[in-house]
C-alpha cells in the first residue's frame, strides 16, 4: 500500500478517551454505589498502566530529539503536553465524583471517615487496631537532606510527614511512612453506631497516631500528606548471548522498580517548599508529569471496597453456566469433545470446564502428552498444576511460557521454574517475538487409534481474570485445525520451522496479509453491487495499514460495524473515509476482552476468533492465531453474541470524531438491551432448551 496519508487519532489519546468511559461508569448514578467505588479504582488501575508503559515511551521519545516525529509521526513534546491536560481533567472529575459518591454513601448510613472526623467511640479501637496490627508493619524513614532520597517503590503509597523537634521549634525534617497496603486491609471497619457504619482508610489509621512513630525520635508531627511515584515499567533486556532469557529477565525485572519517574502524584494541599523539596531531591523537571492530586492515591485499592453486607449496594452476582453438552458429569469432557466442537464463553459460562478438561486429561490413560502456552497464569495457577499432576502421571507436558508478559513476568517466572521442575519441556517464548497465543494440544491414542484435541482462545489461561473478562475458549478436533496448531508448535520448539498454515491465520506470517484478502473480497463484492459487509470486535484498532483497508472498504460501499473496547485510532464519521462505517464500545460489569471477526461473503460468512488485536506489535511482532469457525451452530451462536452487542442500547458508547464518549440512544418502543445481562440471558436459555429437548 502507498504511503499516503492516513486520518487517525493519537493511540495515547483515544486510550485516555477509553478510560474517560470507565468513569462514567463511576458517574452513572444508575449503578449501585459500591460498583460506582469501583469503577473509580479501575480508572486509577488503568490510569497506573498508562503511565507505566505508554506515558514512558513518550518521554523516552522526546529524548531522541528531531528524529522522533519521524519514528513516531508526530511531536511527542506537544503530545505529551496534550495528555497532560487531558488527564488532568480527568483527575478534576474523578476528585469531584469521589466527594460525590461520599455524600451518597452517607444517604446511606455509610461514612468514610479520615482522623480528624473520628468518633470518641472509635479513638480506642484505632489505636488498639495501630498498635496490634498496623505498627509491626511500618518501616518508617527520616531523611537526610544531604543524602540521596529513598527510593520510592512504583504502585505504593507514602505519606510524607513534616516534623518538629520537642526541644528547638525551628528545627524542622521529613519523613516517609509507606502504607503497607500488601499486608492490609486499605479500609479499616470501625465499630457501627446507631446503625451507621464507618469506614476509615489505613492512611488515616497511621496519621492519628503518627507521633507515636516518631517520638522516640524526639519528633512531634506538623502534618503529613499523601503522595505517589509511577516509574517507567519498560524492561532493558540486554543482548550478552552468553546469559539466558531467564537471567537476565530476572535482573530486568530487579532494575523495573527502580525506573525513572514518569509521574508524581500529591495531595494539592502540600505546602509548595515540601513539594519542591521531594521533587528535587527525585530529580523531576517540568518535562515530568507531576499532578496534584485529592487527599489519598492509590486508588486502585477500591476495586476491593468491602460490601459491608449491604448487597443492595452490589451488583447481583450471577452464576456461571454450565455448558449445555457438558453438564453430565459422567461424560468425560474428553468423550464429548471427540464427538462434536465445543465454544465455551466466559465469565457467562463456567471457566471450571476448561480446568477439568485439562485435569482430565492429566490423569486420563488415553493421554499421551500436552502442549500449551502459557502467557498470563494465575498466581496461584490451577492450570499450572494441572500440567504438573500430567507429569506425574506419565504424560509429556511441553509448556511455551512467555516470560516478557509484561506485570506477570514473575508469576511465569515462578511458574515456569516450577514446570521445569517437575519434569516439562519448558521453551522460554521465541527469539524476538512474544507468544500471545491462547493455545493448547492434547494428543491421546484409543485402541491404536489416536486423536487430537486443540485449544485456541481469546484470553489468557488465567482462572482469576476468567471471572471478569468475557472470553471465548474453542475446543475442537477439526483436522485441518489441528494440523496447523502442530505446525506452530513444531515452530516454538525449533524457530526454522515456520511452519504452512492453510486454515489459521498465523502472526507474523500470514494473518495481516490473509485478513488484508477478506477485506478485499469484500471490497470486490461491494463493487459487484453484492452485499458486502464487515464486523469486527477487538480491544484495539490503531495499526494504520489495516485502519487504511477499512477506510477503502468503506469508500467502497462495504458497511462495516466495529465493536472496539479501548483505543480506536480509526476516525469515524469522517466524510470520504469512514461513511459506511459504525464504532461502538462497551463498558459494563465485565472487561470485554474477545477479538471476533465477521466477513459477509456474499452470505456464506467466514468468521474468525483470535488472540489479535489489530495493532502493529500484534500483527508483526507477536505469535498470534485466529481461527476459523466451522461448525454451524457455534457460528450462529458467535453471530447471535455479536447482534445482541451492535443491538445494545445500555452501557454502549458511540466511538465518535470528537471522542465524546456519547452513549448510544434508545429508539422510541426499543426493548431494553444490556448486553451483558443480555448475553448471559441468551446462554441461559440455551442451556434450557436443550435440556427440554432431553
Keep these: 500500500m502507498s504511503k499516503k496519508f492516513i486520518p487517525h487519532i493519537n493511540r495515547e489519546l483515544s486510550w485516555l478517551s477509553f478510560n474517560e468511559r470507565v468513569l462514567q461508569e463511576a458517574e452513572d448514578r444508575k449503578n449501585p454505589l459500591f460498583e460506582r467505588l469501583k469503577f473509580l479504582g479501575i480508572f486509577s488501575n488503568n490510569r497506573d498502566e498508562f503511565y507505566r508503559v505508554r506515558v514512558a515511551t513518550v518521554k523516552r521519545l522526546i529524548k531522541l530529539g528531531t528524529h522522533a516525529v519521524n519514528i513516531y509521526g508526530e511531536d511527542p513534546d506537544v503530545l505529551l503536553t496534550n495528555l497532560q491536560n487531558k488527564v488532568l481533567a480527568q483527575q478534576k472529575k474523578f476528585d469531584d465524583l469521589y466527594i460525590q459518591i461520599l455524600e451518597e454513601l452517607k444517604t446511606n448510613n455509610i461514612y468514610i471517615i479520615n482522623e480528624k472526623e473520628t468518633l470518641p467511640e472509635h479513638k480506642k479501637y484505632i489505636k488498639e487496631y495501630f498498635h496490634n496490627e498496623v505498627m509491626p508493619s511500618l518501616f518508617p524513614i527520616l531523611i537526610d537532606p544531604k543524602k540521596e532520597f529513598p527510593n520510592l517503590k512504583d504502585k505504593y503509597g507514602y505519606l510524607v510527614v513534616k516534623l518538629v523537634s520537642n526541644t528547638n521549634t525551628k528545627a524542622t525534617k521529613y519523613a516517609i511512612v509507606e502504607i503497607p497496603t500488601k499486608v492490609l486491609s486499605r479500609f479499616v471497619e470501625l465499630p457501627a453506631l446507631q446503625n451507621k457504619k464507618y469506614i476509615i482508610l489505613l492512611d488515616d489509621v497511621i496519621r492519628c497516631n503518627l507521633n507515636e512513630i516518631f517520638e522516640v525520635f524526639g519528633y512531634k508531627c506538623i502534618c503529613a500528606y499523601n503522595i505517589k511515584l509511577t516509574r517507567d515499567a519498560e524492561l532493558e533486556i540486554d543482548n550478552d548471548l552468553g546469559r539466558g532469557l531467564l537471567e537476565k529477565l530476572s535482573k530486568s525485572l530487579k532494575e523495573r522498580k527502580k525506573g525513572n519517574p514518569v509521574r508524581f502524584v500529591y495531595d494539592k494541599e502540600m505546602p509548595l517548599e515540601m513539594l519542591n523539596?521531594?521533587?528535587?531531591?527525585?530529580?523531576?523537571?517540568?518535562?515530568?508529569?507531576?499532578?496534584?492530586?485529592?487527599?489519598?492515591?492509590?486508588?486502585?485499592?477500591?476495586?476491593?471496597?468491602?460490601?459491608?453486607?449491604?448487597?443492595?449496594?452490589?451488583?447481583?452476582?450471577?452464576?456461571?453456566?454450565?455448558?449445555?453438552?457438558?453438564?453430565?458429569?459422567?461424560?468425560?469432557?474428553?468423550?464429548?469433545?471427540?464427538?462434536?466442537?465445543?465454544?465455551?464463553?466466559?465469565?457467562?459460562?463456567?471457566?471450571?470446564?476448561?480446568?477439568?478438561?485439562?485435569?482430565?486429561?492429566?490423569?486420563?490413560?488415553?493421554?499421551?502428552?500436552?502442549?500449551?502456552?502459557?502467557?498470563?497464569?494465575?498466581?496461584?495457577s490451577l492450570i499450572a498444576n494441572s500440567l504438573i499432576n500430567a507429569i506425574k502421571n506419565g504424560k509429556t507436558v511441553t509448556a511455551i511460557v512467555e516470560l516478557q508478559a509484561r506485570f506477570d513476568e514473575e508469576h511465569n517466572i515462578y511458574w515456569a521454574n516450577k514446570l521445569k521442575e517437575a519434569g516439562a519441556e519448558v521453551i522460554y517464548g521465541v527469539r524476538g517475538l512474544k507468544v500471545h497465543s491462547k493455545l493448547f494440544l492434547i494428543t491421546g491414542k484409543e485402541k491404536n487409534k489416536p486423536f487430537k484435541i486443540a485449544h485456541i482462545g481469546t484470553g489468557n489461561f488465567n482462572e482469576k481474570t476468567a471471572k471478569i473478562y468475557t472470553d471465548f475458549s474453542l475446543l475442537t478436533t477439526h483436522?485441518?485445525?489441528?494440523?496447523?496448531?502442530?505446525?506452530?508448535?513444531?515452530?516454538?520448539?525449533?524457530?526454522?520451522?515456520?511452519?504452512?498454515?492453510?486454515?489459521?491465520?498465523?502472526?507474523?506470517?500470514?494473518?495481516?496479509?490473509?485478513?488484508?484478502?477478506?477485506?478485499?473480497?469484500?471490497?470486490?463484492?461491494?463493487?459487484?453491487?453484492?452485499?458486502?459487509?464487515?464486523?469486527?470486535?477487538?480491544?484495539?484498532?490503531?495499526?494504520?495499514?489495516?485502519?487504511?483497508?477499512?477506510?477503502?472498504?468503506?469508500?467502497?460501499?462495504?458497511?462495516?460495524?466495529?465493536?472496539?473496547?479501548?483505543?480506536?485510532?480509526?476516525?469515524?464519521?469522517?466524510?470520504?473515509?469512514?461513511?459506511?462505517?459504525?464504532?461502538?464500545?462497551?463498558?459494563?460489569?465485565?472487561?470485554?476482552?474477545?477479538?471476533?471477526?465477521?466477513?459477509?461473503?456474499?452470505?456464506?460468512?467466514?468468521?474468525?476468533?483470535?488472540?489479535?488485536?489489530?495493532?502493529?506489535?500484534?500483527?508483526?511482532?507477536?505469535?498470534?492465531?485466529?481461527?476459523?469457525?466451522?461448525?454451524?451452530?457455534?457460528?450462529?451462536?458467535?453471530?447471535?453474541?455479536?447482534?445482541?452487542?451492535?443491538?445494545?442500547?445500555?452501557?454502549?458508547?458511540?466511538?465518535?470524531?470528537?471522542?465524546?464518549?456519547?452513549?448510544?440512544?434508545?429508539?422510541?418502543?426499543?426493548?431494553?438491551?444490556?448486553?451483558?445481562?443480555?448475553?448471559?440471558?441468551?446462554?441461559?436459555?440455551?442451556?434450557?432448551?436443550?435440556?427440554?429437548?432431553?
Design 479 to 694: 483436522k485441518g485445525i489441528v494440523t496447523d496448531i502442530e505446525n506452530i508448535f513444531n515452530f516454538y520448539q525449533d524457530n526454522f520451522k515456520v511452519g504452512n498454515y492453510q486454515h489459521l491465520l498465523v502472526s507474523p506470517f500470514t494473518m495481516r496479509s490473509k485478513l488484508t484478502q477478506l477485506i478485499k473480497q469484500e471490497i470486490s463484492n461491494a463493487k459487484k453491487k453484492l452485499p458486502a459487509s464487515i464486523t469486527i470486535k477487538l480491544n484495539n484498532l490503531v495499526d494504520k495499514e489495516m485502519i487504511n483497508w477499512l477506510y477503502t472498504a468503506s469508500q467502497c460501499g462495504v458497511k462495516i460495524n466495529l465493536i472496539i473496547r479501548s483505543a480506536c485510532s480509526l476516525v469515524t464519521e469522517l466524510p470520504g473515509y469512514s461513511d459506511n462505517i459504525k464504532a461502538y464500545s462497551i463498558v459494563d460489569k465485565f472487561l470485554e476482552h474477545a477479538r471476533i471477526l465477521i466477513f459477509h461473503n456474499n452470505g456464506n460468512e467466514k468468521i474468525y476468533m483470535s488472540s489479535a488485536d489489530w495493532m502493529t506489535r500484534n500483527l508483526d511482532h507477536r505469535s498470534e492465531v485466529a481461527t476459523p469457525i466451522y461448525d454451524e451452530t457455534i457460528k450462529k451462536i458467535i453471530t447471535d453474541i455479536i447482534q445482541i452487542q451492535l443491538s445494545g442500547n445500555v452501557k454502549v458508547r458511540i466511538i465518535d470524531r470528537q471522542q465524546t464518549n456519547q452513549y448510544k440512544k434508545r429508539e422510541p418502543k426499543e426493548p431494553i438491551i444490556r448486553v451483558q445481562e443480555a448475553t448471559y440471558n441468551y446462554l441461559q436459555n440455551l442451556t434450557k432448551n436443550q435440556k427440554r429437548k432431553l
Design 277 to 380: 523539596f521531594i521533587t528535587k531531591k527525585l530529580g523531576m523537571n517540568n518535562k515530568d508529569s507531576v499532578i496534584p492530586g485529592g487527599r489519598y492515591h492509590n486508588f486502585k485499592d477500591f476495586i476491593s471496597f468491602p460490601n459491608l453486607g449491604i448487597d443492595k449496594l452490589t451488583l447481583p452476582a450471577n452464576q456461571p453456566l454450565e455448558h449445555p453438552d457438558l453438564k453430565d458429569i459422567q461424560t468425560p469432557i474428553i468423550d464429548v469433545i471427540l464427538q462434536k466442537d465445543i465454544l465455551l464463553h466466559y465469565p457467562y459460562q463456567s471457566y471450571n470446564h476448561l480446568i477439568n478438561l485439562l485435569r482430565e486429561a492429566s490423569i486420563d490413560p488415553r493421554i499421551q502428552s500436552i502442549k500449551i502456552t502459557l502467557y498470563r497464569l494465575a498466581e496461584s
